[in-house]
């Protein structure tokens, strides 16, 4: 007699267990924990040998002669680099970031560049009706685009749609958690609904040709929402990052099968829509006419790209007794803590008793560890009052025994540096490239750059 073996999912991460429980033991979330229909177990399909029966399958080997996949670009630069020359036939792309951030409006200038050029593009929303999605493309200027526009949930719907005729060049489907499939039970959103959805759609993406772009919520800690079995499903996946009270927003490409992982695509948020910026250096760089305490311009590298960032620091001494206060803003704040211990520890500057407050300029996010000279930069700079050179970058990692270590890819980082105008580099000593123009200053240990931010020789 079969019986129906019962199965509880996670619907934050997807585990699969036996039996119900208050909270995960995987992600350690609770009241996450739903009971769904599992396979319906019989003793011949328990005890039959899969070693037999099935079809045979072609093995090829390694070097055989395989063409590089058509790409199709879209026409804006910024997109193209994340994507890596842009969307490959037949590929699916995952694109997830914070409400409000401008996932819909890039979609949609996307996919009225690729109709213009005479492709045919398929807009689904499961979130607006075509009214709402027409509107919005009429107000960035994009109402006459032969863009298809649909409004469905349904799997089976959209892809009885596209299968009817020629299958389209790009389809967009806005979002993956709105879509819903009748072969299997549950509400729009869980993990079974958005893991079979996602399988049914990128399975007609690999069979007709069809670049799918899928849109995907983020949870209130930035991950895209659903099974993360949603992530190792699809080609590329996009992040898109950016603060609503700043102008500028980060394509950055997380997972790429088709190119690299280093790439960024920066675009500003304005009336007419998202805007390409050529020049991302310009944007996060505070145009002065005298040198600051406490502000120092660091080189971040995002893959082939360099860009100009400032970092700000200011620190308040306080009266014995107080407790110090630590605020980060766009690094990390552990990392904070090590470069204050190695001040402390190796050159004598005891902070322990002032607050520090340090931030990014321009909401960008910083996660190179080059940038360790620089923030150190910026606390000298803010404890002592002692600006540092206004035509001045610094760059390069600090160890706990106080050593500055060099960074990969110096020689793009300078010479961004001196396109901008920048005059001075302080940087790590040895294995340094050619100076692209600037005269650089090369230090083996913190301490030796405290000296020099001092005048103590």
Known sequence: ?????????????????????????????????????????TPFKAKHDLQGGGQWIDLVGLDTDVRLPDRMPVGIAEL?????????????????????????????????????????VAYISGEEASDQVRLRAQRLGLGRAPVQLGAATSVRDILTTLSAGTPPALAII????????????????????????????????????????????????????????????????????GERSHQYRILRAIKNRFGGTDEIGVFAMEAGGLTEVGNPSALFLTHRDESVTGTTVFPALEGTRPVLVEVQALTVRLASGATPRRAVVGWDSGRLAMILAVLEARCGLSLSSAEVYLNIAGGYRLSDP????????????????????????????????????????????????????????????????????????????????????????
């Open 80 to 120: 193209d680099r994340a994507l890596g020359g842009g969307f490959v036939a037949g590929s699916a792309t995952l694109i997830g970031g914070d409400p409000g951030v401008g996932k819909s409006t890039l979609l949609l200038q996307a996919a009225a560049r690729l109709a213009e050029q005479g492709r045919a």
């Open 370 to 457: 080059a940038a360790d000279l620089a923030v150190a930069a910026a606390l000298i700079s803010a404890w002592t009052e002692r600006p540092v050179p206004i035509d001045t970058i610094a760059f390069g990692e600090v160890a706990l025994s106080g050593e500055i270590r060099p960074v990969a890819h110096a020689g793009l980082r300078l010479k961004e540096a001196a396109k901008l105008g920048f005059d001075k580099a302080m940087v790590p000593a040895g294995g340094l490239p050619e100076s692209a123009g600037l005269s650089t200053q090369s230090f083996r240990t913190l301490g030796q750059f405290v000296d020099h931010l001092l005048g103590r020789g």
């Open 174 to 241: 806005d979002s993956i958690q709105t879509m819903h499939s009748d072969l299997i039970e549950g509400a729009p959103g869980t993990v079974s609904q958005v893991r079979a959805s996602a399988q049914e759609l990128i399975r007609f993406a690999k069979e007709c040709g069809t670049a799918i772009v899928l849109v995907g919520h983020v949870t209130k800690d930035g991950a895209i929402a659903g099974p993360r079995v949603l992530e190792h499903m699809v080609d590329t996946v996009l992040s898109f990052e």
């Open 1 to 41: 007699m079969a019986r129906v073996q019962k199965r509880f999912v996670c619907q934050n991460c997807g585990s699969v267990s036996a039996k119900w429980a208050g909270q995960c033991l995987d992600c350690s979330e609770w009241n996450c924990i739903v009971e769904e229909a599992g396979a319906v177990i």
